[in-house]
């Protein structure tokens, strides 16, 4: 099984300023690798997929990157609406599992 | 667009059979277009990968609930199904059905239901 590790646990940050959330597998998942967004009490939301690609509706201030096993997602200008949890999940090792990170609260600081 | 909404008890017996469907609308569930699947969330936890089904009929199971879970797919109904046997207050949790496009480069989950929650306790 892939392990999806993600970093740090809770991030503060303050409303206007950057945030980098990071995800790092247990082994290469090439850019099979998808983000979202869960704001509380409500349903998970796609923001990237390939590692890279926007999601239909997704504001430009989200963009991910990286490959293999490390992966960051960067919210260029946070709004108040962003806060929420991030999960990354991976799906290069199908059909073995498709597995997800522990997620990243991101909370106002 | 497809919409997708779970449907079943909230709250099982521990040993017994936990049983949830998912109903579509949007678009026929009789397609090789997606995987339909399911996840599941405790609460305060993260998400966990349970399973998928085609339309065919196969279906491909989380390795660690593998002995466990049953899925299956009625297309006359435009729905799909989870059974899982033997649960215990450790799968008490929010659970959500989604969509995944059957392509090994195009496995993330979207769109997903609103989710259910269904408690374990005696």
């Known amino acids: 099984e892939i392990v999806l590790t993600q970093s740090p646990a809770t991030l503060s940050v303050s409303p206007g300023k950057r945030a980098t959330l990071s995800c790092r597998a247990s082994?290469?998942?090439?850019?099979?690798l998808a983000w979202y967004q869960q704001k509380r009490g409500q349903t998970p939301r796609l923001l990237i997929y390939?590692?890279?690609t926007r999601a239909t509706g997704i504001p430009a201030r989200f963009s991910g990157s990286g490959s293999g096993t490390e992966f960051t997602l960067t919210i260029s200008s946070l709004q108040s609406e962003d806060f929420a949890v991030y999960y990354c999940q991976q799906y290069n090792n199908w059909p073995e599992g498709l597995t997800f990170g522990g997620g990243t609260k991101v909370e106002i600081k | 667009q497809l919409q997708l909404q779970e449907s079943g008890p909230g709250l099982v017996k521990p040993s017994e059979t936990l049983s949830l469907t998912c109903t579509v609308s949007g678009g026929s569930i009789n397609t090789n277009n997606y995987y339909w699947g399911w996840i599941r969330q405790p609460p305060g936890k993260g998400l966990e990968w349970l399973g998928n089904?085609?339309?065919?009929?196969?279906?491909f199971y989380n390795p660690s609930l593998k002995s466990r879970l049953t899925m299956s797919i009625d297309t006359s109904r435009n729905q799909f199904s989870l059974r899982l046997s033997s649960v215990t207050a450790a799968d008490t949790a929010v659970y959500y059905c989604?969509?995944?496009?059957?392509?090994?480069?195009?496995?993330?989950?979207?769109?997903w239901g609103q989710g259910t929650l269904v408690f374990v306790s005696s």
């Open positions: 390939g590692a890279s």
């Open positions: 089904v085609f339309y065919t009929g196969s279906t």
């Open positions: 082994q290469s998942v090439n850019t099979n």
């Open positions: 989604v969509t995944l496009v059957p392509v090994i480069t195009n496995l993330w989950f979207d769109p």
